[in-house]
């Protein structure tokens, strides 16, 4: 088992900036692929960006393309997701994700992954 536990969420204002991490614990050797997923009140979960673990290969989605960046530290078993230039669209529960199969080296495959995290609010006020 893999547990999962955010940090860092918080309320800011349009144009600012936040820095969302995530604990990993447990069989964390088993870790191929990490994510960052998001769920906007009456929308589904839908996925942010992703990092492989071993290569640091990352994907994104097109809504955070160039405002957001994603990093592992593998000592650490830490997991990032620095976040610039925060629209009020981008508010949501933030949750991190990993998953033991090699089939997230595939941005399109990064999906039903075998653990997930609590999740950490985000708000960013207009």
């Known amino acids: 088992q893999v547990r999962l536990v955010e940090s860092g969420g918080g309320l800011v204002q349009a144009g600012g900036s936040l820095r969302l991490s995530c604990a990993a614990s447990g069989r964390t050797f088993s870790i191929h692929a990490m994510a960052w997923f998001r769920q906007a009140p009456g929308k589904e979960r839908e996925f942010v960006a992703s990092i492989t673990w071993a290569g640091g290969s990352s994907y994104y989605a097109n809504s955070v393309k160039g405002r957001f960046t994603i990093s592992r530290d593998n000592a650490k078993d830490t997991l990032s997701l620095q976040m610039h230039s925060l629209k009020p669209e981008d508010t949501a529960v933030y949750y991190c994700?990993?998953?033991?199969?090699?089939?997230?080296?595939?941005?399109?495959?990064?999906?039903?992954?075998?653990?997930w995290g609590q999740g950490t609010q985000v708000t960013v006020s207009s």
């Open positions: 994700a990993a998953d033991t199969s090699p089939r997230w080296d595939v941005m399109e495959l990064v999906t039903n992954p075998d653990y």
